[in-house]
């Protein structure tokens, strides 16, 4: 069992930064890729950006250039900086971690990002 804790985001302006941190705990040594979705419509949740364990990084094209995501495998963390930020980016953080053996993801609990016009 993996639990991730997020901390981070909060409100901000536009074109404004903010940094979302995830802190693993318990079977880390079971975690692959981490990475962030967040809460797009209809409750759905859509790619933000992921990070293999080599430190291989995919990001959604909407935030390309934008975001960044990094990993701490030592200190069992990931952070997601976010620049340049947009109104269309307020929404639900949710950080994740997969695991390497099994087809299973674990989440954490969520941050909210609200960026004003």
């Known amino acids: 069992q993996v639990h991730l804790v997020e901390s981070g985001g909060g409100l901000v302006q536009a074109g404004g930064a903010l940094r979302l941190s995830c802190a693993a705990s318990?079977?880390?040594?079971?975690?692959?890729?981490r990475g962030w979705h967040r809460q797009a419509l209809g409750n759905q949740r859509e790619l933000v950006a992921t990070?293999?364990?080599?430190?291989?990084?995919n990001y959604a094209d909407s935030v390309k250039g934008r975001f960044t995501i990094s990993r701490n495998n030592v200190q069992d963390t990931a952070t997601l900086q976010l620049n340049s930020l947009k109104p269309e980016d307020t929404t639900v953080y949710f950080c994740?971690?997969?695991?390497?053996?099994?087809?299973?993801?674990?989440w954490g609990q969520g941050t909210q990002v609200t960026v004003s016009s």
């Open positions: 990070i293999t364990r080599d430190g291989r990084t």
């Open positions: 318990g079977e880390i040594f079971s975690i692959n890729t």
């Open positions: 994740l971690a997969n695991a390497r053996f099994a087809v299973r993801t674990w």
